[in-house]
Structure formats: structure tokens, C-alpha cells
């Protein structure tokens, strides 16, 4: 089993940034695929980032491409997502994910494991 636990999420202003992070526990993720997604209120919940088990592979929504950046440090078992440039449509709940496939899970049928998220507010 593995316990995934965000944090670093609040509420910014337009353009500013956050740095959220997710820390593992249990078993090892060092071979596991990690994600991060987001849920709005009152849509589905949807793909932002992700990254492979080595930390070469790495995938990101279109909406966020070239704002944020998903990283990985093994040994600490923690990935983080650093979002820049935040818009008001980031607003959402942010989970983190992982997937026992080492490859980067794009979308929530590939996870396995979930944490509870933290709420992003990003206000205009």
C-alpha cells in the first residue's frame, strides 16, 4: 500500500505561484508512475501532469504547458507540481496520483493510489 499526502495548496492572485507537494509513504514509489490531477466544482477530473518512474518522461495537459513543471526526487519519495502564472480556471482541487506501472499515468483509470487533494484558489 502506499499513502499519498498533498500539500502547499491556499489562494493566490492571477499570476503568482504555488508549489504543491506530494509525500509518499508506505512502500517505495521509485517504480511507480506519478500524476497529478485536478477537479473543479461540477466537472470531471482531469489530467495536468505526470511523470515516469525515472523522472525522463514527463507529460502535461495542454492548459498548463510551458506554466507548470512536475518533478520527482526518489529518495524522499515526493513529487511536486510548480505552478507559475496561475489563472483563475486553475482553480480546483489537485490530487496526487500514482500508478504501479512505472510509465507516466495520463489519465485516472491508470492510478492506483490517490490522496485527498488540497484546494487551489487563484483569484482575479
Known amino acids: 500500500q502506499v499513502q499519498l499526502v498533498e500539500s502547499g495548496g491556499g489562494l493566490v492572485q492571477a499570476g503568482n505561484s504555488l508549489r504543491l507537494t506530494c509525500a509518499a509513504s508506505?512502500?517505495?514509489?521509485?517504480?511507480?508512475?506519478m500524476g497529478w490531477f485536478r477537479q473543479a466544482p461540477g466537472k470531471e477530473r482531469e489530467f495536468v501532469a505526470a511523470i515516469g518512474w525515472s523522472g525522463d518522461n514527463l507529460y502535461y495537459a495542454d492548459s498548463v504547458k510551458g506554466r507548470f513543471t512536475i518533478s520527482r526526487d526518489n529518495a524522499k519519495k515526493t513529487v511536486a507540481l510548480q505552478m507559475n502564472s496561475l489563472k483563475p480556471e486553475d482553480t480546483a482541487v489537485y490530487y496526487c496520483?500514482?500508478?504501479?506501472?512505472?510509465?507516466?499515468?495520463?489519465?485516472?483509470?491508470?492510478?492506483?493510489?490517490w490522496g485527498q487533494g488540497t484546494q487551489v484558489t487563484v483569484s482575479s
Open positions: 496520483a500514482a500508478a504501479l506501472a512505472p510509465v507516466a499515468p495520463v489519465s485516472p483509470g491508470l492510478c492506483n493510489y
Open positions: 508506505g512502500r517505495t514509489i521509485s517504480t511507480y508512475g
